[in-house]
């Protein structure tokens, strides 16, 4: 099957056209929420940017960067409070030495919230024109696998994507939106989800989840929110994958849900 | 004076609501995101968003007390708990119920059908519970009905002379007046803690005040960083703060010159009245958070820098410490309490109208933050 994916630059080449509204601090995601929405962006809620401490000023700050190197992301805007141990703008102009399709807006520097949210929108509406959309063959498809490493089908999976020439990642982290995270960082184009029989389907911002129901009470109860029932055989499982990076929704984009767990290793201040 | 102006939300258990908020909880991140589209599509819910996805590790039963003690908030008529129906998730809305919360609504995942059937209920049970909400009137309410957060952040070389301590003033009033105040952030009052022990009402509490200082710097000692290095923050340097004990004696003026009556686990509630000291992180949505599980029903939030923040369930009131950055960045700050640097108005003058703005804010004016609709959530956790 012949994949088309879209062509962000040094990015990569993605599997979804996304521009990412990347907040530096907590106190800037719901401005980011409101640009988001304005032009049809994504965007996440998260907690930190400030009040950290130690090895976690460095580390939270290349999740953020990471978030913005992701191929299926086409352009980036950075808002920043101002004060926050992550400074928005720094951050903004290191992602740009790396991807010239990045901007920020800096709230304490902007006059206010409604000026941040009308220069947030002209910022993103700019970088659209700059930087339109581009189709290109996608040949080098990168699929995550969060599963526990003894789930025979995640690795027969692995299998059968292997022998496809298909790059994949097995993640089992503490929960889903910490794999997640993980398979992120490697840049995975899209991501299998196997979640525990008590935890429910989950999706991320930015790359689409196909989720895996186990036979398990919880999943059989909320079967409409998994895209493959237990039991399905691995081939019609990557078929569905295919068709997934060629653009179909999977029902954790339709619900839009999902949230991004930056990983975090020492206390807030 | 000592007649109250006050109208409130008269809960089952005699605590006070000066909101009277539906409440959108969902008990694991992977429900945020319906929590959210419930809010968005009821006739004015609030709905908060967190990254718990129940772990069960050495924070949980900060978590759990977190959780119950928002969810339990005054300032919340009714609260809707969107869960997958864990034995943990459980014990949060027992919790929450034996800590006042007067209206539950329990939405399990498993008993709707999916995420998308689960914010359609959602939505129908937020809009009658809305209803509900708007039947019940404000009745009198005595100056107790008051438990205000005191709070800085973005700290510039003018918060411990202008905003701090006409903060201190309006606390002070309301103390005297028998309401509950509490300050909080350790990390800000790092350096400045002998000075509040001394205030204590007994020496005992003042022991206890000076300890949660040292448990709290030993705890980040012993994650091998030196504090005194991280604080001031980057912020608080631009804006001309050159220590963190200079930041300490600045934050600290929040609490007025009032006997310091107890100390407050973060997330506890009070069970008495007077000025307290709760042990929270300095970080603003982490503190705020604390608060608001400890059923502080009002905030006032001081800020150089400025700083669009608010809360699902508390009303945030915010004082700029200079004229520019009032003038710059109207439309978050409430007021503005430069006039003292300006030499325009007194100390007491600029205390008397954060007092006046606290009691209008308490009768139903809205913040800023609230118009805005600004209301950043956080888990604060020890461990990780």
């Known amino acids: 099957m012949k994949m088309e994916g879209f062509d962000h630059g040094t990015r990569g080449i993605g599997v979804r056209d996304y521009q990412l509204i990347l907040p530096s601090v907590v106190c800037s995601t719901h401005i980011s929420r409101r640009i988001a ?3 049809n962006a994504v965007t996440f809620s998260h907690q930190h940017g400030c009040g950290i401490i130690g090895a976690d000023v460095a580390g939270i700050g290349d999740f953020f960067a990471s ?15 101002g004060c926050e141990t992550i400074q928005g703008q720094e951050l903004a102009e290191k992602l740009v030495t790396k991807n010239a399709s990045t901007k920020y807006q800096i709230i304490q520097d902007s006059g206010g919230v409604e000026a941040t949210v009308t220069a947030g929108i002209t910022a993103v509406r700019s970088l659209q024109e700059s930087y339109p959309t581009k189709r290109r063959p996608l040949n080098d498809l990168r699929v995550g696998i969060s599963a526990s490493s003894n789930s025979s089908i995640a690795n027969n999976l692995l299998e059968a994507l292997s022998a496809l020439d298909i790059y994949t990642e097995l993640v089992g982290g503490k929960s889903p939106a910490d794999s997640f995270s993980h398979l992120m960082e490697k840049k995975v184009h899209l991501i299998l989800s196997f979640p525990t029989g008590d935890q429910p389907a989950s999706g991320f911002p930015l790359i689409p989840v196909i989720n895996i129901a186990s036979d398990s009470a919880l999943h059989q109860a909320i079967s409409a929110d998994f895209d493959v029932p237990a039991g399905t055989p691995v081939e019609n499982i990557v078929k569905l994958i295919l068709e997934v990076a060629n653009g179909r929704e999977t029902i954790a984009e339709i619900n839009k849900s999902g949230e991004i767990l930056a990983p975090r290793l020492v206390r807030s201040t | 004076m000592n007649i109250s102006p006050l109208k409130a939300y008269l809960r089952p258990n005699g605590s006070w ?26 006739q004015g819910a609030v709905a908060i968003t967190h990254d718990w996805s129940g772990e069960i590790d050495a924070d949980l039963e900060r978590i759990i007390s977190t959780l119950a003690g928002f969810a339990s908030n005054p300032n919340n008529f009714a609260t809707i708990f969107l869960t997958l129906d864990s034995p943990n998730e459980r014990r949060i809305i027992e919790r929450a119920e034996s800590l006042g919360l007067p209206n539950v609504v329990h939405l399990s995942l498993a008993d709707a059908g999916s995420m998308h059937k689960l914010v359609d209920v959602g939505i129908l049970e937020a809009d009658q519970l809305l209803t509900r909400a708007l039947l019940q009137e404000r009745i009198p309410a005595p100056w107790s009905a008051i438990v205000l957060g005191l709070e800085c952040g973005g700290s510039d070389a003018l918060s411990g002379i202008t905003a701090n301590p006409a903060l201190g003033v309006a606390s002070d009033m309301l103390v005297d007046l028998g309401a509950t105040s509490i300050l909080g952030e350790t990390t800000e009052i ?31 000692n ?41 100390v407050l686990e973060y997330a506890e509630v009070p069970s008495a009245h007077g000025l307290f000291f709760m042990d929270t992180p300095g970080h603003d949505i982490e503190q705020l958070t604390g608060f608001a599980a400890g059923h502080v029903n009002i905030v006032v939030f001081t800020s150089g820098r400025g700083t669009p923040t608010g809360s699902a369930t508390m009303p945030v009131i915010k004082v700029a410490t200079n004229t520019p950055m009032a003038t710059s960045l109207k439309d978050l700050i409430d007021l503005n309490a430069g006039t003292i640097a300006d030499g325009i108005e007194s100390l007491s003058e ?15 004016k809205e913040t800023k933050a609230e118009r805005g609709g600004h209301h950043e959530f956080s888990l604060s956790r020890l461990y990780n």
């Open chain 2, 222 to 262: 012993y994650e091998g960083i030196d504090l005194r290095g991280a604080q001031p923050s980057r912020g608080n340097i631009e804006g001309g703060l050159s220590t963190l004990e200079e930041k300490s004696l600045g934050a600290a003026k929040k609490a007025g010159n009032a006997v310091f009556t107890g």
């Open chain 1, 67 to 81: 978030l913005a190197d992701h191929p299926n992301v086409s352009s980036v805007l950075v808002v920043s409070l």
């Open chain 2, 350 to 364: 600029v205390g008397n109208r954060i007092f006046n703005e606290i009691v209008a804010v308490a009768n139903g």
């Open chain 2, 17 to 42: 609501g000066l909101r009277n908020h539906v409440l959108v909880l969902p008990l694991h991140s992977a429900l945020s995101s319906s929590a959210r589209a419930i809010e968005e599509a009821s």
């Open chain 1, 37 to 39: 929405k304005d032009v």
């Open chain 2, 190 to 220: 790092l350096g400045a803690e002998h000075l509040l022990a001394a205030r204590a009402i007994t020496p005992e509490v003042g022991v206890e005040i000076v300890n949660t200082v040292l448990r709290y710097e030993s705890s980040i």
